[in-house]
């Protein structure tokens, strides 16, 4: 299996507002990890299982080493959509991951 996206996870504080400064709080988002991985769509009926619709865009990922779980959302080949963690599997063997496109 070949492992040709790059994958960067990061960590964003999701404090945002403060009502007693009355500032926003919200941090910038800091890498944490940087990947090669194989990425495929999830199959429909385990699209169904996880989020109970067909219109969720999910993503299978798959790595050679498991990656700290001090993350918060990732993203893939540089895009703009941002991923987060709905299953983890961590067989013998690599790690998987199920991500769903954040809202937000």
């Given at each position: 299996?070949?492992?040709?996206?790059?994958?960067?996870?990061?960590?964003?504080?999701?404090?945002?507002?403060?009502?007693y400064?009355?500032?926003?709080?919200?941090t910038?988002?800091?890498?944490?990890?940087?990947?090669?991985?194989?990425?495929?769509?999830?199959?429909?009926?385990?699209?169904?299982?996880?989020?109970?619709?067909?219109?969720?865009?999910a993503?299978?990922?798959?790595?050679?080493?498991?990656?700290?779980?001090?993350?918060?959302?990732?993203?893939?080949?540089?895009?703009?959509?941002?991923?987060?963690?709905?299953?983890?599997?961590?067989?013998?063997?690599?790690t998987?991951?199920?991500?769903?496109?954040?809202?937000?």
């Amino acid at each position: 299996m070949r492992k040709t996206q790059i994958i960067k996870f990061y960590f964003q504080d999701e404090n945002g507002y403060d009502p007693y400064s009355e500032e926003d709080t919200t941090t910038e988002p800091k890498l944490v990890a940087k990947r090669y991985a194989n990425v495929t769509d999830v199959g429909t009926n385990r699209l169904v299982e996880l989020f109970s619709n067909l219109n969720q865009n999910a993503k299978v990922i798959r790595l050679d080493c498991p990656v700290n779980d001090s993350w918060s959302y990732l993203t893939i080949d540089d895009e703009l959509t941002k991923y987060r963690l709905e299953t983890q599997r961590r067989p013998l063997k690599g790690t998987t991951l199920i991500v769903g496109e954040a809202s937000g």
